[in-house]
């Protein structure tokens, strides 16, 4: 049984040219984005936009709207700036939904995946939960690189 790699990235301070390098060089040919609103003021990484960009290059796109934040748990985080309150409502969140871990762990076996959000750093963004959530899922050793 192959040890299954999930990446993860954040564009937040990256532009289109940087965000693509590192997707072709770790041979990464599916993204799935897992903001709730595929939307962006950075130029190409609004949905349309990144899908067309993304099949350039031979790289699938997928918009998992489950497993975006909702807006009253950002809206939240916004106000008070708790990242720990906003993790455990995230948890709930996805707990209380678990087809939608479900569903992204059948993506990850037949191409490399990685899954995509604004914030540079995983420890402030909600795909390090879900990154947790898959590794524990099904007993399957899944490695997950943060870039």
């Not at 990446?7 to 390098?21: K, L, N, S």
């Not at 031979?58 to 009253?72: A, R, V």
């Amino acid at each position: 049984m192959r040890k299954i790699k999930l990446f993860t990235i954040g564009y937040e301070g990256r532009d289109m040219v940087e965000f693509i390098q590192y997707l072709t060089t770790l041979n990464i040919s599916r993204l799935i984005d897992v903001r709730e609103l595929p939307l962006s003021r950075k130029n190409g990484f609004s949905k349309s936009q990144l899908r067309k960009i993304l099949e350039m290059h031979n790289i699938e796109y997928i918009h998992m709207k489950e497993l975006g934040s909702p807006s009253t748990i950002r809206h939240q985080l916004k106000r008070d700036n708790n990242y720990h309150n906003f993790f455990l409502r995230y948890l709930k969140h996805i707990e209380d939904n678990p087809e939608s871990i479900e569903k992204l762990y059948e993506y990850l076996f037949d191409k490399v995946s990685c899954l995509m959000c604004f914030e540079r750093s995983a420890k402030y963004c909600h795909r390090s939960i879900i990154a947790e959530k898959i590794k524990l899922y099904n007993g399957r050793k899944i490695d997950v690189i943060h870039i």
